[in-house]
């Protein structure tokens, strides 16, 4: 399995490991977004191409209040509710989905431009690994063909300690 590590620091936002931003992608998610906004005679204000600009740059998982935090450093005068504004319109035009974690928050991830992945949650410290696994996708392939299903995607979270909190359960 591959992995990628978020874990939401002590302001609660998530963080990549190693610092990084989201996973680059072929095309440009912004562009993307622009299109969508052009065929559905939506405006392309300021106040939107700085919530994408904050929303590419912390990567992970946030919620739309973690994600006002972060821009109102770039511009206090962006508003939360236009923050759940425009993570809407992220999700309509497909370069983010909200996704729900069990911490009673829906958090949005990029998901323009990446693979499909799993999500292992550990429930003590909060921390969000991505993985991605042929097996598991070979393993739905199988149960989608014997029911006569097709698979467009899919959405796997599993909750459990991660290795540091379960070693230290152990302890």
Known sequence: MEFETTKRNNAGRGVRSGGQGPVPSASDPGAVLRGYMDRHGL??????????????????HPS????HEEVRRKDDSIGLATIYRTLKLFAASGIAKGQHFGDGLTRYELKFGKKQHIHLIC??????????????????EILARQSGFVIQRYTTSLYGLCEQCAAARNK
């Open 43 to 60: 405006k392309q204000t300021a106040q939107r191409e700085i919530i994408l600009e904050v929303f590419l740059d912390i990567g992970g």
């Open 64 to 67: 739309p209040e973690e994600l």
């Open 123 to 140: 429930e003590q410290c909060g921390r969000n690994m991505e993985a991605s696994s042929r097996d598991v996708e070979r393993h739905y």
